[in-house]
Each structure stands twice: as C-alpha cells, then as structure tokens.
C-alpha cells in the first residue's frame, strides 16, 4: 500500500509540471512569427479619358490607337468603323461638341450606340481623348 501511495504522490507532483510543460510547449509555437505574405503589387493607374475610352468598350470598335481596327470590327459586317485618326470618317463632325453628341445620343443606323449612362465630365474627357488621336484635323 505503502508504495502505491508512493506512485500516487510522484504523480500528483510530476502532473502539474508535465501540465505546465505542455501549456508552455504550446505557447510558445502560437507565439513564433509566421511567415509573411509578400505585399500586393501596386496598383496601377490609368487616367480617366483613357479608362473612359476601356471601360466603355470604345476599344473594341475603334482599337487602342483609335485607328478603327478593334477586336469587335470583324463582328460588325460592313460596317464602316471610324477611324479617330482621319477626320474625315466621321459622321457628326470632328469637334468636341460634335463628338460628345455622338457618345451621348449614338449615331443612329449605325453600330454606334447611345452612351447616356455616362456623366457629363466622363463624356468630355473621352471626347478630349478622341479629338487627341486625330492626326489630320481640318
């Protein structure tokens, strides 16, 4: 009995240590540094015109130089496509007012849709982004 209540005592000694090892064990991991994240890349900006002329799918009609050759233009069987470089393919006229009429109430029988959603300060900020790529203005 006498060496039963030996064992007993030895483990009710050594118990609570084994205990506080353990907690300490795991305290100490949640405690490391975890391994850091790389940080996002920087965001890139674009300027308002030209997120206009994206974001607004005149890209995919007129292309990115406005040249008329966009990845949409094989869609469009017969369509002539103007062609923001040459002031004579357009329809309404090649000034700004001209060209914000055009966005703001399309160009009827034609692919040309109307971009009424569009806020004012946006219409003439594409206006101004189209007007920069003409080369031969009159």
């Keep these: 009995m006498k060496e039963i209540d030996c064992k007993r005592r030895f ?6 240590f084994l205990v506080f090892c353990l907690f300490c064990i795991h305290c100490s991991t949640e405690n490391q540094p975890t391994k850091k994240e790389p940080p996002p890349p920087q965001a890139i900006t674009v300027p308002l015109p030209e997120a206009m002329y ?19 233009t094989h869609l469009l069987k017969g369509a002539q496509i103007p062609n923001f470089q040459d002031v004579s393919t357009y329809v309404n006229g090649s000034s700004k007012e001209a ?39 009159r």
Excluded: D, V
């Design 11 to 16: 483990l009710f000694r050594i118990y609570p």
């Design 99 to 137: 060209i914000m009429k055009s966005i703001q109430n399309g160009i009827p029988g034609t692919y040309m849709k109307a971009y009424s959603h569009m806020r004012k300060h946006e219409i003439e900020a594409l206006a101004g982004y189209i007007q920069k790529m003409q080369k031969n203005r």
């Design 54 to 72: 994206i974001q607004n799918g005149c890209i995919s009609c007129h292309g990115p130089e406005g040249n008329g050759r966009g990845t949409h």
